[in-house]
Every structure is written in C-alpha cells, then in structure tokens.
C-alpha cells in the first residue's frame, strides 16, 4: 500500500492478473471521490465512469469475447488512441515495439509470429484480467479534445488513489474496439466519448504477467531547462 504520492507513483504499473477478492462498494465510491478532485477545464468534470462488478461486468465480458471471437471486431473505434505501427514515429515506435516484445516475449513467452498465442493474451483485455471491478471511462464530446485531457487526469488520480488503498490498476484503450457492444450494454449517451477501460482489484503477484516493469527516458531525454535570457 502507498502511504506516499511518491510511492504511489513509483508502485502503479500495469497489473494484468488479479486475485479474486471483491473490493468494497464504499471503497470504490471513496476512490471515485478523490479521483474526482482532479483539475479539469473551467471545473466542467466531463468525465463519467460506468463501474461494473458481478454478473454485470460478467454479461459484459461475456459479449464482449463473443464479438472478438466472431465477426464482430468493427473496421472503426471510437477513436484512434492505438494507429497502426506504422503511424507512429520514432521514438515511439521503438518503444512501443520494446514494450511489446517485452510483455509477449520475455514475460510470456509468444513468439513474434504465434499470432494464436498474441490473440489468447488479448483476449484477457475483455475480462478486465481478471480483476473484480471493470470500469468505463467516458468523457461528454462537447468540446473533446481538452476533456480528453482532463479525462487523462482523471483516470491517473483514480490508479494513483488506488495505489493508496493496496490495489492495482490497468488503463485498458483495448475496450475502444468493441464500442458497439459498450453501447448496446451499457447506457452511454451518443455525446460522450468512451476514453478507456479500467481493471481495479487487488494484484495477484506471483503471476508472470505482473513481473514486467516497463523503463522510462531520464529527465534530460524529454525537458528543456530555460534559465535567464
Ligand atoms: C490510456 C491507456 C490505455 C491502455 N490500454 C491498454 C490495454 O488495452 N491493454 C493493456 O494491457 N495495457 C494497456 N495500457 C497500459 C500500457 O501498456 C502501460 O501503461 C505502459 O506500457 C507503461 O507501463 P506501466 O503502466 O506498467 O508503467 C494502457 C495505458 C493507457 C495509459
């Protein structure tokens, strides 16, 4: 558990294996009340999070795994946080190639052209890991691009927070490519924007999937320090 932002910051990662254990609605609602301290524009609070747990987050993995595993994968998302590779410059697209080969590679084990392989370790984006609590993060479209931003603060507060509390978290853009499903099971207004998923629970950490630790560029590789004229 965190006691520290500090160490709140330095302990979230991306957990992909849950232990079972529920986590108390209370608990839940306390999380949300402090992720929603957030800044955001003018205080507009744009966001909205749909949070299932039980047979409800079970019905929605349920069909989600049946439109990933038929025909019902869409040719659109419902926007583009994941382009394809080659949409993404250096030096992101090495990193990203990095992080994958680190998570279906080394933590795993899959090769590079077992796309069958890939595909089971995708699959478990649906179920949230595994983890008790599912969330929908959803911001209103009018105006999107600076509550997007404020949707990004949001949803950082709330795995921070989390942190507090002993539990993990994974953002999950994984959901955006099932949206209609999203929308036929969940009452999502057509104006507001599903951002991403989030699994929250407690981290099951004898897992594999929960060995990786991703790297970071020092602060020299991203800032530039102004000092006089
Ligand atoms: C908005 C957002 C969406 C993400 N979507 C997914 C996802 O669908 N599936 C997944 O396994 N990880 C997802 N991630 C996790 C990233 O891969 C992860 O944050 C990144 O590799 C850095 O690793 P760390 O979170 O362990 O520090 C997402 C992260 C963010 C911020």
């Known amino acids: 558990m965190a006691t520290t932002i500090e160490d709140a910051l330095l302990s979230r ?33 744009p966001w909205h999070v749909h949070v299932l747990t039980g047979a409800a987050k079970h019905g929605l993995t349920t ?42 590679k080394e933590t795993l084990g899959i090769a590079h052209d077992d796309s069958t392989g890939r595909l089971d370790h995708h699959r478990r984006n649906y179920g949230f890991f595994g983890a008790p609590v599912g969330i929908i993060l959803t911001v209103s479209r009018r105006p999107l691009e600076g509550a997007l931003i404020d949707a990004g603060l949001f949803l950082q507060a709330l795995m921070l927070a989390a942190r507090g509390a002993g539990l993990d978290t994974c953002a999950q853009a994984s ?37 990786q630790r991703t790297p970071r560029e020092p602060v020299g590789a991203f800032t530039t320090f102004y000092d006089g004229d």
Request: glycine residues 4%; contains cysteine; neutral net charge.
């Open 63 to 104: 069909a989600l795994l049946h439109a990933h595993d038929t025909a019902g994968r869409v040719p659109t998302r419902e926007y583009d946080y994941q382009p394809s590779p080659d949409d993404w410059p250096e030096p992101f697209h090495s990193r990203r190639r990095r992080f994958g080969e680190g998570l279906y």
């Open 13 to 45: 990662r991306s957990c992909r294996a849950f232990l079972p254990d529920p986590v108390p609605r209370t608990e839940l609602e306390r999380l949300l009340t402090l992720a929603a301290r957030s800044a955001s524009n003018s205080n507009s609070q």
């Open 175 to 211: 959901f955006i490519d099932f949206y209609p499903v999203l929308r036929e099971k969940l009452p999502i207004p057509k104006d507001h924007l599903i951002v991403c998923g989030l699994a929250l629970g407690y981290a099951d950490d004898d897992h594999r999937l929960n060995q």
